[in-house]
């Protein structure tokens, strides 16, 4: 730690937490509530000039160079990070629902495992073959686990499509032929609301024959 | 007359289509108010109170507005008010990213009295409880009581009694897309609105009155909508702020709720408490039921419920009151006031047939009026094996005990009038259908399609549907009470009936034959008469050159029917050990007239019963007396149904008629009271408050050996 942090005492920003413990899953700890307004978040921020990074991102087999601050996420980047070239990276099919972790519905696949973007620096993705849901169709073909929730009307008002459409892509990465009691294992980290799991289950049944 | 015609010769309606919006949906394509990003937009974001009372003595945005990438900064309490729950509005800020609003957000000093608060029912009702409400006498509005009968003869004649409390606690809706807006103002006096909504116009109206424009200049949009469930009418506190934040720096503003502020500003389903005192005669019948109940919805009133719920009583008396609390708004949610009033109904006609000694299902036949649910009776009896139910509950052997329940409900869901529509019929043979309602996930952009498909011998997928745009000017009503299916569809069958006789008449002469011989086949059109006279639909259109056919359409009354109703049954399976629940099995028997779209319709029925199950085994918002907050504002702690708990889940589309009934809400009716009612014959002990937790479970076993 710092002097600066040390005579801060408890008071921890998000920012300052974040540079203690360096990287990994704290991405979406939060500041505990009694900390804003007060004085001591304020004089965590003041005159703590944000220092940002450039770095690239290999997303959906392209190249993006993005500047970012330690603490953005993935999921920042994807859905409202702008390319140095200007253009906005604009893949906003997963979702920011829980920011926790808890939801599943900002799913991606980070070197084919999935992961929620939610909870991964974007600085921790440099290196890696990130896929987002706008990634898994081959041109016109969708994917497998795509074509089978439409048929099997998997999905209602589809907020959370992307996120259990990539998990389902996963699983079956991992197991072909998944059981029922293993698809509701492998999709346990996702939550719809709307109340789709047993067309989800049906679709990702019909995609595993399919692959 | 106007009628769907029958079964035997529809080709479209009542068969399982897939939905349109299919593709965009499981590509990511698909675009919500929360992925709109406009050009230079800013993101603005809510300072909300942490307390749930207190005065406001100051608000200091002196810093936040120093920080760099902070465009604005508004006050949303004027200094000397009060906060009267967690969460309410203090103060907004825009800024360039989402991250630096919520810095921004932090950099706000609110100086607050706090002032002594109230968050549950039994606070709010104890005779030293603070006045939080000026307006109702110890925190409780007027009682509504309702007389019927002569309760007391009633009382006389019956022969069995039951006296019960039964409670349903404060669930949030959870939409998984948090309440928010995209506003981008052109100039001074228009302005674009993506909104996260179930009413397009609602909201177009609400900006253009608060902002004194014709309703006209204000376009709202809702391409996809990511689950509102009753709780997204109108823009809301955080809608009007966006727009504000929006014409003050000049830039579009993006300003979507939190997930913690979902819970505690937009909107709840109200608890309910039941004491209730009922009794029935030797054979079986309801004669007397004396209820005395209360819920809160938060600081705001519309706490209310049926009582007595379906079954008929001849001799009542109900007296409800609202309780105030320190805690946000209740706003409609999926079946206001339904499935508590169903939870409770349910348990006490199980425990009234009990009383009897008689098969609470023999119980529900006798005291049901309703033929379409005596059917549905017969029919789940059938498809659970209700025959297999402990006929003595909690006489499983063995440490993990199953048993079975039954559950009821009934609905409206007739639709109403006030939709406009239109259908094209352009020469290169494309069809366009536009009207201003919005699809929330329900599936009504395709059931449009498949009407007009139907109607004009086409795909669903040849029809370019249009909604969720207040531009056209097509004006609808909002996506809730299931009204939007009876609703629009009448109205588009009609337009598109309509366009279908102009072409005809367009068309008849080159065919040399009556208007009234022409026929559509799939993808023709023929003479009925002289077969040999067939032109395809592209020939036909063709014929129109530059002139468009463009007919509306009209609501009408024979179209759709008003009246749902539902029976559910469930098998549990209780570990005694535990007090671990798992739902087996539902069968979910839906009354909805005639399904436009089975499959969709199958889907709704499958969500009403999972939402029904969160209430019943998993949901409940937990507050704190002592700090006035809600201890479980995320989705940690605040359960939803995921893949573990689903049970298998028989969904049955009872279609009984032909015609349109919604059927959004009542599926998710009757699940609570058929679980709870499962539980009780599993371990043969009483648990008359949801949700049905393990602790609740091993509490009532202990008291059952004690």
Same mark, same amino acid.
């Given at each position: 730690m710092s002097d600066k942090e040390k005579k801060q005492g408890t008071s921890i920003s998000r920012r300052n937490f974040l540079k203690g413990v360096g990287t990994g899953t704290?991405?979406?700890?939060?500041?505990?509530?009694?900390?804003? #307004?007060?004085?001591?978040?304020?004089?965590?921020?003041?005159?703590?000039?944000?220092?940002?990074?450039? /770095?690239?991102?290999?997303?959906?087999?392209?190249?993006?160079?993005v500047e970012v601050e330690a603490r953005t996420t993935l999921l920042t980047v994807l859905r409202d990070g702008t390319d140095t070239s200007g253009d906005n990276v604009d893949l906003t099919g997963a979702k920011l629902i829980c920011d926790r972790g808890e939801c599943g519905g900002c799913t991606v696949m980070v070197d084919g495992k999935s992961v929620y973007a939610c909870m991964m620096l974007a600085i921790d993705a440099q #290196?890696?073959? /990130?896929?987002?849901?706008?990634?898994?169709?081959? #041109?016109?073909?969708?994917?497998?686990?795509?074509?089978?929730? /439409?048929?099997?009307?998997?999905?209602?008002?589809?907020?959370?499509?992307? #996120?259990?459409?990539?998990?389902?892509?996963?699983?079956?990465?991992?197991?072909?032929?998944?059981?029922?009691?293993?698809?509701?294992?492998?999709?346990?980290?996702?939550?719809?609301?709307?109340g789709t799991y047993p067309f989800i289950f049906d679709a990702v049944k019909t995609a595993s024959r399919k692959m | 007359m106007a009628s769907w015609?029958?079964?035997?010769?529809?080709?479209?309606? %009542?068969?399982?289509?897939?939905?349109?919006? &299919?593709? +965009?949906?499981?590509?990511?394509?698909?675009?919500?108010?929360? +992925?709109?990003?406009?050009? *230079?937009?800013?993101? &603005?974001?809510? $300072?909300?109170?942490?307390?749930?009372?207190?005065?406001?003595?100051?608000?200091?945005?002196?810093?936040?507005?120093?920080?760099?990438?902070?465009?604005?900064?508004i006050p949303l309490i004027e200094i000397g008010n009060q906060l009267r729950y967690q969460g309410q509005e203090i103060a907004a800020v825009a800024a360039e990213t989402d991250d630096i609003a919520k810095d921004a957000i932090r950099l706000i000093h609110v100086d607050l009295e706090e002032l002594p608060h109230v968050v549950t029912e039994a606070d709010a009702m104890a005779d030293s409880a603070p006045q939080i409400r000026e307006d109702w006498a110890g925190n409780q509005s007027e009682p509504n009581i309702r007389e019927d009968g002569n309760l007391q003869a009633g009382f006389t004649e019956a022969a069995v009694e039951v006296e019960a409390t039964y409670h349903t606690p404060v669930q949030t809706h959870v939409c998984l897309e948090t309440h928010g807006h995209v506003v981008e103002w052109e100039d001074e006096q228009n302005l674009t609105i993506w909104a996260s909504t179930q009413g397009v116009f609602g909201v177009r109206n609400d900006f253009a009155q608060h902002f004194e424009l014709a309703p006209n200049q204000v376009r709202v949009i809702t391409e996809h909508m990511g689950g509102g469930f009753g709780s997204k009418f109108g823009p809301g506190i955080e809608g009007r702020t966006a727009a504000e934040l929006s014409r003050i720096t000049g830039k579009a503003v993006k300003l979507m709720l939190t997930r913690k502020d979902e819970h505690l500003v937009a909107g709840n389903r109200p608890s309910m408490t039941q004491n209730v005192r009922a009794g029935a005669t030797r054979d079986g019948r309801l004669i007397a039921y004396d209820m005395k109940g209360h819920g809160t919805g938060g600081i705001s009133s519309g706490a209310g419920f049926p009582a007595p719920y379906v079954y008929h009583v001849p001799n009542l008396r109900t007296e409800r009151v609202n309780v105030a609390v320190n805690a946000g708004n209740q706003r409609a949610m999926r079946a206001p006031g339904h499935p508590q009033a169903a939870f409770a109904m349910d348990s006490l006609m199980d425990e009234l047939a009990e009383k009897l000694g008689m098969n609470p299902l023999e119980f529900r036949r006798i005291n049901d009026a309703n033929e379409v649910r005596q059917a549905q009776y017969t029919l789940g009896a059938q498809e659970i094996g209700w025959q297999r139910r402990n006929n003595v509950p909690g006489s499983g052997s063995g440490v993990k005990?199953?048993?079975?329940? @039954? *559950?009821?409900?009934?609905?409206? %869901?007739?639709?109403?009038?006030?939709?406009?529509?239109?259908?094209?019929?352009?020469?290169?043979?494309?069809?366009?259908?536009?009207?201003?309602?919005?699809?929330?996930?329900?599936?009504?952009?395709?059931?449009?399609?498949?009407?007009?498909?139907?109607?004009?011998g086409l795909a669903p997928t040849d029809i370019m549907v249009k909604v969720g745009d207040s531009q056209p000017g097509l004006q609808s009503g909002g996506s809730g009470g299931s009204q939007t299916t009876p609703s629009v569809a009448p109205v588009i069958k009609t337009?598109?009936?309509?366009?279908?006789?102009?072409?005809?008449?367009?068309?008849?002469?080159? !065919?040399?034959?009556?208007?009234?011989?022409?026929?559509?086949?799939? &993808?023709?059109?023929?003479? @009925?008469? +002289?077969?040999?006279?067939?032109?395809?639909?592209?020939?036909?259109?063709?014929? $129109?050159?530059?002139?468009?056919?463009?007919?509306?359409?009209?609501? +009408?009354?024979? $179209?759709?029917? =008003?009246?749902?109703a539902g029976t559910q049954f469930a098998e549990v399976e209780v570990d005694t050990q535990t007090g671990a629940l798992k739902v087996i099995k539902i069968v979910a028997i839906q009354d909805c007239? !005639?399904?436009?779209?089975? !499959?969709?319709?199958?889907?709704?029925?499958? *969500?009403?019963?999972?939402?029904? !199950? *969160?209430?019943?085994?998993?949901?409940?918002?937990?507050?704190?007396?002592?700090?006035?907050?809600?201890?479980?504002? =995320?989705?940690?702690?605040?359960?939803v149904p995921g893949t573990f708990e689903i049970p298998e889940i028989k969904s049955i589309v009872f279609d009984t008629h032909r015609r349109v009934t919604g059927v959004g809400e009542p599926p998710c009716i009757p699940t609570p009271g058929a679980i709870a009612n499962a539980v009780y014959n599993a371990i043969g002990v009483r648990i008359r408050e949801l949700p049905l937790t393990p602790d609740k479970i091993l509490t009532a076993l202990a008291e059952k050996k004690a």
């Open positions: 704290v991405a979406a700890t939060v500041v505990p509530s009694v900390l804003i #307004g007060s004085e001591e978040a304020a004089e965590a921020q003041a005159g703590d000039a944000i220092s940002t990074a450039t /770095i690239q991102l290999n997303i959906n087999e392209k190249m993006y160079e #290196g890696k073959k /990130i896929t987002t849901v706008e990634g898994l169709a081959n #041109g016109d073909d969708l994917h497998p686990v795509q074509e089978a929730f /439409i048929q099997h009307d998997a999905l209602m008002c589809g907020f959370c499509t992307p #996120g259990f459409i990539v998990s389902s892509a996963a699983l079956l990465n991992e197991n072909k032929k998944p059981t029922l009691e293993e698809i509701k294992t492998g999709l346990s980290g996702n939550t719809c609301r709307c | 015609g029958e079964a035997s010769e529809s080709r479209l309606i %009542g068969k399982r289509i897939t939905r349109l919006s &299919g593709k +965009d949906k499981v590509t990511g394509k698909a675009k919500y108010t929360f +992925d709109i990003n406009r050009p *230079g937009m800013l993101y &603005g974001r809510i $300072l909300r109170s942490e307390v749930a009372r207190a005065t406001v003595m100051g608000v200091d945005t002196s810093e936040a507005e120093a920080l760099p990438g902070v465009k604005a900064v005990k199953r048993g079975m329940g @039954v *559950g009821s409900g009934q609905w409206g %869901g007739g639709g109403g009038r006030g939709t406009e529509a239109r259908v094209t019929i352009n020469s290169d043979g494309t069809v366009e259908a536009v009207t201003g309602t919005q699809d929330i996930g329900t599936g009504v952009r395709t059931v449009i399609a498949i009407i007009v498909a139907e109607e004009l337009a598109a009936a309509a366009a279908k006789q102009k072409l005809f008449e367009r068309i008849a002469p080159m !065919l040399e034959a009556p208007v009234g011989d022409l026929r559509v086949g799939t &993808g023709t059109i023929y003479v @009925v008469s +002289d077969r040999t006279k067939t032109i395809t639909w592209e020939q036909a259109a063709g014929q $129109l050159g530059m002139e468009s056919i463009s007919e509306g359409g009209h609501w +009408d009354e024979e $179209l759709r029917q =008003n009246g749902a007239g !005639l399904a436009i779209n089975r !499959l969709t319709t199958e889907s709704q029925v499958n *969500g009403g019963v999972i939402m029904g !199950l *969160g209430q019943a085994i998993l949901e409940e918002r937990v507050m704190d007396p002592v700090t006035g907050r809600m201890l479980n504002a =995320n989705l940690e702690d605040y359960k």
